[in-house]
């Protein structure tokens, strides 16, 4: 079976609910920015201490990033697990609005402001690198990940048992 699409046609994932419209445009400044370094993301990927990173990026010369999008101040205030999220990554980033008061976030992490349209970086990331085997892990879970859902995508119901 062949698939054909028109010029103009294009497959989206669903949104999968759990974001906020605010939260949303945030997520789509900040892959748009990764992608203009050169970098892949996806968003939500299960790490395996079990916590949902919200974007993950992975760079041409294979560093990770986890950056924890931040809504609204109650989003921050109610939210710790990002403490977490440096075990699984080379850098670590909030990314908010830029109505966001941007004081109240640890100086020690990497900040982005972003909106629908892209991102800009106003604090770098710290540098701590993986060790190479949990590098290796990661990046592998990152392919598996993108590779099942562009599956889906492409047939969803021969992407049955598979799961991110």
Partial sequence: M????????RLTLPPDGRQSPAA???????????ASLGAVSVCELTLPDFRRADVAAL???GRLTIVEIKSSVADFRADA????????????????????PVEILPQDAGLL???AWGAELLRA?????LAPA??????????????????RLADPE???GFCD
Avoid: S
């Fill in 158 to 160: 021969g992407a049955a």
């Fill in 81 to 100: 697990k990002w403490r977490d999220y440096r075990n699984w990554c080379d850098a670590f980033l909030f990314a908010v609005a830029p109505e966001f």
């Fill in 113 to 115: 402001v972003a909106d």
């Fill in 2 to 9: 062949t698939m054909t699409m028109g010029p103009d046609a």
């Fill in 134 to 151: 949990r590098r290796r892990a990661l990046t592998l879970r990152f392919a598996r990940v993108a590779a099942g859902r562009l599956h």
């Fill in 24 to 34: 949303l445009a945030i997520q789509r400044g900040v892959r748009r920015h990764f």
């Fill in 125 to 129: 990331p710290q540098a701590h690198p």
């Fill in 59 to 61: 760079a041409p010369d």
